[in-house]
């Protein structure tokens, strides 16, 4: 059963191959392989995506100065507009249903500000979502 934080069941719907390193990408690929087929575990802090991430560092992310704060504030938001909490088991399809409901707040939040928004641009459903938000504004 894949662990993931509140960031990550947003995000990993935008995954398209990149990341840090081959190791890192490889494991962002085998959990999507598993989600889809598996219950995922909502989790707190560091999740298995981050197990492979060179900036993790127990269980803190020193990505920069304030990730581990930022990124625990990102979690929080994501799970508060998914309307989950830390030990829920969910299915990602479930997950993806959500997606449209909160895309455009999430955007504006988070997506405008994030370093590796460059990432998710190449996805075409973060496209179609982007669309949807710049109709609304």
């Known amino acids: 059963m894949p662990k993931l934080r ?8 935008f995954f398209r191959g990149d990341g840090y ?3 890192f ?3 962002l690929k085998g959990i999507l392989v598993r989600t889809e087929s598996d219950i995922v575990d909502i989790s707190e802090g560091g999740d298995d995506v981050c197990i492979k991430c060179p900036h993790l560092n127990g269980n803190r992310c020193i990505y920069t100065k304030d990730a581990d704060e930022n990124i625990r504030k990102m979690d929080k ?4 507009l998914l309307n989950l909490s ?3 088991k969910i299915s990602w399809q479930e997950i993806r249903k959500m997606l449209p409901g909160i895309f455009h707040e999430w955007y504006k939040a988070e997506c405008i500000r994030c370093s590796w928004r460059w990432a998710c641009e190449k996805n075409s459903l973060y496209q179609q979502m982007v669309l949807a938000v710049d109709d609304n504004d």
């Open 21 to 23: 390193d081959a190791a």
């Open 25 to 27: 990408v490889e494991n």
């Open 77 to 80: 938001r994501a799970l508060n």
């Open 6 to 13: 509140g960031h990550h069941l947003i995000c990993l719907h």
């Open 86 to 88: 830390p030990g829920t």
